[in-house]
């Protein structure tokens, strides 16, 4: 009788994989967080070593210079990351996403134009779809792009919480082509918009896309969040993705597919971020005393981490189904769904636990349970909130049930 293996399972690959970059995590990263951190400072050596591991291409295929890696794997990496550091896996996400839209919608000559700089992270990506006025409700997007030749399109508008928004060189920014289109879902366009990375005030072939000082926050800190300001940006036709017959008025489907890979990568956000708290809370929990003992002997104390072990291990486990589904080519939004509510809930949870388990020292910044404390509410809203995963969920569970 075959037995099928536990999702848990990594083949040697993954195995090797993950061991590298938890070391990296645990050699590079964790030891420096804290002060990218309180400066809220990019944190570029890490990055260089980033980009000579080759984590820029981690999914990107061997013919274009990365990795060729799946989901899967993809997830198992952005576990260690996000267990060393948030923002890190931050500063690879949107790029991941940039390269997931080339690959599935990009036509060859935008493949080949970009992929292997990409894989390399010679050059980095953003994707905006929120404005101010907007993020749940994507379809609402007021920012336009209107054609002024042959050639051109004119964009103009405000974007908001751009990850990556200063120092990428390529923003995939969903706009609006036609306003009058019903339902207004038609009526969006994925553009690759090129810029200059670190340079605010574009100039030249960048002029008109500027990028307003970076928004200061809670956490998540390292990796820049900003606006973007369009005012009469110039993007060549051929920038729309998938050029513009097959990808003018096609950018919401493109963008939403995008967000299905982008929320198994915020679920193993989550993962490797309650697996982080989990650590710091045992080993509190085995050095502090109260009443005599450790406090690890309390039992309110072991249930507590009794509690985040399992929501973990929970995590992990729907986070790598929804991952395979989608390497298997099946859809997968309802398990990606669920994945990122739980998965983001869970190490928001953890993270508050090991947070009470540290005392009144978990409120210090002495202890990295402060950081995480900051850094896992974003975990939350990011690609869709908790609320609007509900929402996904539930469409998609009367859909199967309707069919
Ligand atoms: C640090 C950070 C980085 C980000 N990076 C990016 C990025 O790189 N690119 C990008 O495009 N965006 C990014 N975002 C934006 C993020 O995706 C949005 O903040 C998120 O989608 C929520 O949108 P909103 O903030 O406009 O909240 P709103 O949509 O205004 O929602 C406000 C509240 O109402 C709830 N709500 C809304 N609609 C409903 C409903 N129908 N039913 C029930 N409740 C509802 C929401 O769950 C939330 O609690 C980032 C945000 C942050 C904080």
Redesign the pocket.
């Known amino acids: 009788m075959s037995v099928a293996p536990p999702y848990t399972e990594k083949t040697d690959e993954q195995k090797a994989i993950c061991e590298m970059v938890r070391q990296f995590a645990d050699e590079q990263i964790i030891p420096s967080a804290e002060h990218y951190d309180a400066a809220d400072e990019f944190p570029e050596p890490i990055v260089e070593q980033m980009r000579e591991l080759g984590l820029f291409g981690v999914t990107i295929p061997e013919e274009y210079g990365g990795m060729g890696l799946d989901l899967t794997t993809y997830a198992m990496i952005v576990e260690e990351l996000s267990r060393g550091w948030i923002s890190i896996s931050?500063i690879v996400?949107?790029h991941f996403i940039g390269s997931y839209l080339l690959m599935k919608f990009g036509t060859d000559e935008q493949r080949q134009r970009y992929l292997p700089r990409m894989a390399t992270g010679e050059i980095r990506a953003?994707?905006?779809?929120?404005e101010p006025?907007?993020?749940?409700?994507v379809q609402a997007i007021k920012t336009s792009a209107r054609k002024v030749d042959d050639a051109t399109y004119e964009i103009n508008g405000q974007?908001?919480?751009?990850?990556?928004?200063l120092l990428s060189s390529l923003v995939f920014v969903?706009v609006k082509t036609d306003p009058d289109a019903e339902p207004r879902h038609r009526g969006m366009t994925c553009f690759i918009a090129e810029k200059e990375p670190g340079v605010a005030q574009g100039a030249a072939a960048y002029a008109g896309f500027n990028v307003p000082p970076k928004?200061r926050?809670l956490g998540?800190k390292g990796v820049e969040?900003t606006e973007l300001v369009f005012d009469g940006y110039r993007c060549p036709a051929e920038n729309v993705l998938g050029g513009e017959e097959a990808g003018l008025n096609r950018g919401f489907g493109q963008m939403m597919d995008a967000l299905e890979v982008g929320r198994v990568n915020v679920a193993a956000r989550g993962v490797g971020i309650a697996q982080r708290a989990l650590e710091l809370a045992l080993r509190y929990a085995e050095e502090r005393r109260t009443f005599g003992k450790p406090i690890s002997e309390h039992q309110a104390i072991q249930f507590k981490l009794a509690d985040m072990a399992t929501q973990l291990e929970a995590a992990r486990l729907m986070t790598l189904r929804a991952a395979r589904m989608k390497d298997a080519g099946e859809r997968a939004e309802l398990e990606a769904g669920m994945a990122k509510l739980f998965a983001s809930e869970t190490g928001h949870f953890c993270v508050e636990e090991s947070l009470r388990i540290h005392g009144g020292y978990g409120y210090s910044k002495e202890y990295e349970v402060e950081r995480l404390y900051r850094d896992a509410p974003?975990l939350l809203?990011?690609?869709?909130?908790?609320?609007?995963q509900?929402?996904v969920i539930g469409r998609k569970l009367l859909q199967r049930h309707r069919r």
């Open positions: 931050g996400n949107t953003a994707f905006s779809l929120s006025e907007l993020g749940s409700d974007k908001m919480w751009v990850t990556n928004g969903l928004i926050k998540y969040s974003l809203i990011g690609e869709g909130t908790s609320e609007i509900r929402m």
